[in-house]
């Protein structure tokens, strides 16, 4: 099992930037495939980025150009780096990994989640 402890939300103006990041321990000795998800009051939460094991990466086209998703295997510790914010973008972003996905976005497939960090946008 890991444990998934996201930080680096916060409140921005729009236009502004912002890098969450997801610390994961625990069984680290294994391959995991890692994304982004988030959710706004109202809405159900979505996929935003997703990297494998091998360092694919796939994004949602609504956040793809401003968001980019990486880690450091060595510090064990995702990231999410999320330039030219909108007001849209609000809401609690959350980190999730799996051994293995058979649909990045799809929350079902992911085994593990952190608590969430909230990210706030103003206009």
């Known amino acids: 099992q890991v444990q998934l402890v996201e930080s680096g939300g916060g409140s921005v103006q729009a236009g502004g930037s912002l890098r969450l990041s997801c610390e994961v321990s625990?069984?680290?000795?294994?391959?995991?495939?890692m994304g982004w998800f988030r959710h706004a009051p109202g809405t159900e939460r979505e996929g935003l980025a997703h990297?494998?094991?091998?360092?694919?990466?796939v994004y949602r086209d609504s956040v793809s150009g401003r968001f980019t998703i990486s880690k450091d295997n060595a510090k064990n510790t995702l990231y999410l780096q999320m330039n030219s914010l909108k007001p849209e973008d609000t809401a609690m972003y959350y980190c999730?990994?799996?051994?293995?996905?058979?649909?990045?976005?799809?929350?079902?497939?992911?085994?593990?989640w952190g608590q969430g960090t909230q990210v706030t946008v103003s206009s």
């Open positions: 625990g069984d680290t000795d294994r391959d995991y495939c």
């Open positions: 999730a990994a799996a051994q293995q996905v058979y649909s990045w976005a799809r929350l079902n497939d992911y085994n593990y």
């Open positions: 990297i494998g094991s091998d360092g694919y990466t």
